[in-house]
Every structure is written in C-alpha cells, then in structure tokens.
C-alpha cells in the first residue's frame, strides 16, 4: 500500500505557478515533520522545503520566497504551491518525512519549459 501518493504535476511556462499535493496514510504523518524533495534528471534528489506538524516552515535557499509549503492535518495531505517557476525547478516531486524515511512514492513531474 503507497505511503505517500503525489499529484498536481504537470508542465508550466517559467513564471507559471503549481500547486502540489500529496497525500499520506495517518500513521507516518501524525505528529512527523514532512518535506517536499526533487529530483532532477541526472542529480541527486535534494529537499526543497519542510513543516514541523505544528506548521513551522523551512525551505531550501533556491526556493525561498517562491515555494510555500503547508499541510492539513485533518486530511493527513502535504502542499506545496510553486510560483514564479524557473527552468531549473524541473523535476519529479517527492513527498516524505523529514528526514526521509526509504519509502517513496512515485512523484509527481513538474516540467518548465518555454
């Protein structure tokens, strides 16, 4: 059974805007820390951003000012609204625990191109 399901990806012009969306089972995500990470073709996945459960952000120097992260914790659902989106936010999208734990999901694209 996935533990974490992504969606909301999706191909965007530089400047355009997503919102990402991933929902969790309540067992991991009760009381955890969650982040958004990215890999992008031929890196390593990194962290992009991360809320505590009681809602304290912290994001990555890249995205800052430009990605806003929140979660429901009634709905056990990560978000992750995505403005003013460059080239180099092209990747696929990953939710988890922070830190991660060795389970992913299978992501979600976000493709910026002109």
């Known amino acids: 059974q996935a533990q974490f399901v992504e969606s909301g990806g999706g191909q965007v012009q530089p400047g355009g805007s997503l919102r990402l969306s991933c929902a969790a089972s309540g067992t991991i995500f009760d009381g955890y820390r969650m982040g958004w990470y990215r890999q992008a073709p031929g890196k390593q996945r990194e962290a992009v951003a991360g809320i505590t459960y009681g809602g304290s952000t912290t994001y990555a120097d890249s995205v800052k000012g430009r990605f806003t992260i929140s979660r429901d914790n009634a709905k056990n659902t990560v978000y992750l609204q995505m403005n003013y989106l460059k080239l180099e936010d092209t990747a696929v999208y990953y939710c988890?625990?922070?830190?991660?734990?060795?389970?992913w999901g299978q992501g979600t694209q976000v493709t910026v191109s002109s």
């Open positions: 988890n625990r922070a830190p991660a734990t060795g389970n």
